[in-house]
């Protein structure tokens, strides 16, 4: 018996009537759940609230608050709202007013405005009549960006001037206590190799993503950097020498040293003797000691790697 059922099956699948069947059948649902999805129904939702231009100054403390919508649409629309969360925007610039100490919402504006729901949508209800929400006050905060980038350069190159940020600063918005806390803000770590151009890189801020209460004006930031050809450049400067008694004279050697540094081709020219000053500051000689040690009191902002060849100048007193 078994054996005769399962032989009719398998030759009703090769004459294709099975097949047929289910056709039959999946056209007849289809053509079901479009008629029942076409007509329409009247039902009551939860609406969420998705809070717009809430003024910087205040934080909003009930996030929780929500509208019971009654509504009449066709299945299509219902079989949408059940996909994805509802949600009711209210525009705290121009939908809400000041009341007693919070913000408040009357449902009067949303039936004289009614342009969140489609032509196919009935609003046929909302509760309740007016919400209300509590806030608190909000500390704004504007804080530098800190760049936290590495660079591996090709031969003979570097960056002819430190980083930028773009913005080189963000606001932080929200409680005091916590606001208070943050000084400044740094990207993530980023490390670029064998760098011979310029460079421009959106890099992202490291923000804390624990605390709700927190609001950013940036996630991210724009550095930039001018990367040039370098060459090494030296030259003989003379040593001066500081905070001597008048009562004593001096003889040192040498009377200049050399410096040598690092510096664009663009710049090369453009450096000299006057772009340098390096002194010898008496008051740092210890007790029998017969040498001062020289150190730079200015050094041109567009040169790196600035090095004195020299480390100790000889000198006597003879007076």
Not at 5 to 32: A, P, Y
Not at 61 to 88: E, M
Not at 285 to 309: C, H, M, R, Y
Request: proline share 4%.
């Amino acid at each position: 018996m078994i054996k005769k059922l399962r032989l009719e099956i398998i030759t009703s699948f090769r004459n294709g009537k099975i097949n047929v069947f289910f056709l039959f059948l999946l056209s007849s649902i289809v053509i079901l759940l479009l008629t029942k999805l076409s007509k329409e129904y009247t039902n009551t939702l939860a609406f969420e609230i998705e809070k717009q231009n809430v003024p910087q100054e205040n934080i909003i403390l009930n996030d929780s608050v929500k509208l019971i919508v009654t509504l009449k649409t066709h299945g299509f629309k219902w079989l949408n709202y059940y996909i994805s969360k509802p949600k009711i925007k209210i525009d705290f610039s121009k939908d809400v007013y000041k009341k007693d100490g919070v913000f408040t919402w009357n449902k009067s504006m949303a039936y004289l405005n009614n342009t969140q729901f489609d032509k196919q949508v009935e609003l046929l209800n909302i509760s309740p009549d007016t919400l209300t929400f509590r806030y608190g006050i909000n500390m704004v905060k504007k804080v530098p960006v800190k760049v936290n980038v590495k660079l591996n350069f090709s031969p003979g190159y570097n960056i002819s001037n430190d980083f930028v940020s773009e913005p080189d600063s963000i606001v932080v918005v929200g409680p005091n206590i916590l606001v208070s806390e943050i000084n400044f803000v740094e990207t993530d770590s980023v490390m670029f190799n064998a760098v011979k151009s310029d460079l421009t890189s959106k890099v992202k801020l490291k923000l804390p993503n624990n605390n709700s209460n927190l609001r950013f004006s940036n996630n991210q930031v724009l550095i930039k950097a001018k990367v040039e050809k370098f060459t090494e450049g030296s030259l003989n400067i003379p040593i001066t020498i500081i905070n001597k008694p008048k009562d004593i004279e001096l003889k040192y050697f040498p009377k200049t040293v050399n410096v040598s540094y690092n510096v664009s081709l663009s710049d090369y020219s453009k450096i000299s003797n006057k772009d340098f000053k390096v002194v010898c500051d008496y008051n740092k000689t210890g007790d029998n000691q017969s040498f001062l040690i020289p150190e730079f009191a200015k050094i041109p902002e567009n040169v790196k790697n600035v090095k004195i060849s020299q480390q100790h100048i000889e000198f006597i007193i003879t007076k």
